[in-house]
């Protein structure tokens, strides 16, 4: 153990932390085997430490992305200059299961799509940050680390009153403007939970207490004369503003979408499309944070903003393009290949993993189906330091940061960083097993 | 050709327990399009509630409503007087009209019909008779076979369906040939229940046909949705809290008007 490092006195603590995530509740569920299963978050009390310099260009850089891609949403929606203009291949969007054509036209409030992006990255063993991808629908994971602060500075105040790390507890108020920003005729709002049996339950009840708005379950919401309501006490009707759902586009309103969904709103698309509520994030998101879309972000950047793109993404290959096609089938067991419609870990191969017979077959099935795969380089991730006992192990982990666009887009100075129990694994994810850390940026 | 068609269409829904909480989203007001005007129309729900209006991505027109009380029946009237006319349908098709929708996935056996069709440009009337000849000699025309979640797929391997799957086998075949192509629904003059047909886009317009009936879709045909396929274009849809079981009967009346009917509303 590093005693002289910045958190050394927060380690002496850190049975302490684990007892109060406990006593909060601070849990994450998983689906294996058929059945619902609720564990801890392992936390890591070791923190990821960045840089303020290494912070400044990644927020920048991180602010920059989340425009482009909003400004992409917009585009794809309404003129789809960026089809015309033959930066984006038509069939890459409309063929894009994350695209909806119910959304043709609509502007949401304030002209946001992605309120809330939770953007992927990795930081190879030179130091360089690359974005593995872009989570424009749902990202869930910033009530972690806003907790985990919250107790560490509890069991280990000396520690935050040393070190000079920014402070991560205005994640609430951050989203709270978002919220406030986009909110029509100030109606009421509201966190939409499916219910106590989503994996991020806690996070949907940890967020709409911090940021002051009210956890609203499907029932509790109906639609009249396309306008959105809240069923209160003794069933007064409380018009609402803004909706913070955590469910998926799919599942949002059985009138519009997947007619079987029972989670959802009955005509909340219809008043969305009216202007009569905010949805947060906004529908059809999923068709920019496609992993096949990913490849076109850094062109976004140039053809929106007319910047050169802060971020790098890790290098990857389309093979739906005949030179990347060619690269992929010869270089398959260097490579990782993707799904582009999976997402959570899943779908993930790694070449190397792979028998000659297993090769062919991905071969195979890349050839039936371009569109559908993406390849990557392997990137050499920087191991970080993780407790186990009273020494440390080096494990494999990825960032996820969080960008709030209102009127304003923000970046919170933190983030989620996970890592992978399994010392063999390169695929970080909450799903898969593994725990996460806390973020500090340093503030000089 | 210019022709008055009246319409009325009844929906009586029977719950065997009361249910509450019922949203409904209805598509069953005409659209309006330069080969269809809509001259008065309305829409009756009971029980009575706000029915709120808008029209979707699509360009349909949608009704909508929330029933909190308790009810045991659900019923609406939609009655109304469209002119049909010959005029060119020209709107700018959606890009997503040229790609496969979820009940329209190609098919190895479609692309083969698609690419013995020939060119569309030549002579587009023919290419569509072509394509409808094509589709009815494959499926044969068989209440109960599919349900509304047939695939067009799934249609085309069975050999069997009703109006929704010969629409969307065409529409399919259509975008195969790289014809945007849209899947409408409504009434027809002389059938008791709503219809489907299709319109592609050959030339700078869309043409109507109805591959069910081998002809064109023009005069006797009232559009009341169009979409991708048939999950973008309900003509009814609703949700409700409560266990029971529903009967519904329908029916749908479309009949020629004269010139006095369209002047006595005016």
Redesign the interface.
Known sequence: MTDDSIYAKLLLQRDAVNKWMERCGVRFGIYKNGSFKEQIFPFDAIPRVISAADWQTLSRGLAQRVMALNAFLKDVYTK?SI?RDGIVP??F???SKG?L??????IPPADVFSHISGIDLVQADDGTWFVLEDNLRVPSGASYPLIARDLTRKVSPETFADASVLDNRDYASLLRRVLDDVNVSSGLEVVLTPGRYNSAFFEHSYLAEKAGVVLAFPDDI?????LVYYKGLLNKKERVGVIYRRISDEFMD???FE?SSLLGI??VF?AY??GNVAIVNAFGNGVADDKGIYYFVPKMVKYYLGEEPILRNAPTYLPIFPDDYKYVIDNLPTLVIKDVAEAGGYGVMFGRDMSAERLDQVRAMIKADPRRWIAQEVINFIDLDIMDGDSTVKRKSDFRAFVLSGKNTEVWPSGLTRFTRDPKSFVVNSSQGGGFKDTWVLAK | MVVLLRYSYTTLITFSAKVS?H???LRCVPMQTPAQRLIWQHLTVLPA????S?V???GSV?S???L?RRHSLFAYEAAGLVETTDQPVTDAP???Y???SPLTMPSPEMSSIANSLGSPADDPALWTERLMAAVASRLSYSPGATSVDTTAAQALELGQGVCQDFAHVSVAIARLAGLPARYACGFMEGEGASHAWVEVFINGRWLPIDPTNQRPAVNSYIKLAH??DF??C?IS?G?FRGQASQAVSVSVDVWKANQADADSCH
């Open positions: 789809r089809i038509a069939d969007v409309f063929s695209y054509p119910q959304c043709e036209g609509i109906f639609v009249e004369d396309d059985p009138m519009t007619k009955p005509n219809s499309r009216k | 909480d949203a409904f989203a509630c706000p029915v709120a808008s979707d991505a699509f949608v909508t409503g929330f909190g959606f890009p997503f040229s790609h496969p979409g991708r999950d973008d309900s849809r949700v």
